[in-house]
């Protein structure tokens, strides 16, 4: 008894009865032609980018809004026209800053070149200290100090004073750095730098 025999379906042209084969057929859907719209989108957007121009143009001639546009965003591209090619981190920080963190920098220098900056706790006198000892120089407060630096620094005034174990001073124009030796050095210096006021 013959197994019968099953055979794949083969593609292609099918021969009728007629022994004359049926072209193959083909969907009759004719592709969507693509709708041009690059041009009307760039056209929006040229006159989206007009209106946009003219309504800045308006929000600043209010006279409310003029000191943004003098005190803020003039500036802020002044700043950067000036920092665009000065890439190194530490160059644009002075830029920026100024002496507000290169008297930070220099005090920092003189504990980390010994090896010490991270079990410091340094009592800084005030601006109004330096100025009376003829050394022009503005002190940021402590947590700037920090900000730049990593140092730890105190003020007089404040209640960790008496934890100092650094003393900073000034004797004829020159920075004097202190260890502090008895707790009556200390409490002195915290007394005398008192007097002078806090200036931010």
């Known amino acids: 008894m013959k197994k019968k025999q099953s055979r794949a379906a083969k593609t292609g042209p099918v021969k009728t009865s007629t022994g004359k084969a049926d072209p193959p057929q083909t969907s009759s859907a004719k592709p969507t032609p693509a709708v041009a719209t690059r041009s009307a989108f760039s056209f929006k957007g040229v006159i989206l980018f007009f209106i946009s121009i003219i309504v800045v143009f308006i929000f600043f001639g209010f006279e409310r809004n003029k000191s943004m ?29 100024g002496y507000d963190y290169m008297f930070p920098k220099t005090v920092a220098n ?16 005030t601006t ?37 174990n650094w003393i900073l001073t000034v004797d004829k124009g020159q920075l004097i750095f202190d260890s502090v030796t008895s707790k009556a050095m200390l409490m002195q210096k915290i007394d005398s730098f008192k007097k ?3 200036d931010l």
């Open 196 to 198: 002078y006021k806090i």
């Open 69 to 97: 546009l003098t005190d803020r965003i003039v500036p802020y591209w002044d700043d950067f026209q000036e920092q665009q090619d000065k890439t190194e981190l530490e160059e644009r920080k002075v830029n920026r800053y």
């Open 110 to 125: 003189f504990f980390e070149k010994k090896g010490i900056a991270g079990k410091v706790l340094l009592l800084v006198p």
């Open 128 to 164: 109004d200290y330096f100025k009376e000892h003829g050394v022009d120089i503005h002190v940021v407060e402590p947590s700037v100090f920090y900000y730049f630096t990593g140092l730890k620094t105190v003020w007089a005034h404040s209640p960790k004073a008496v934890n100092a």
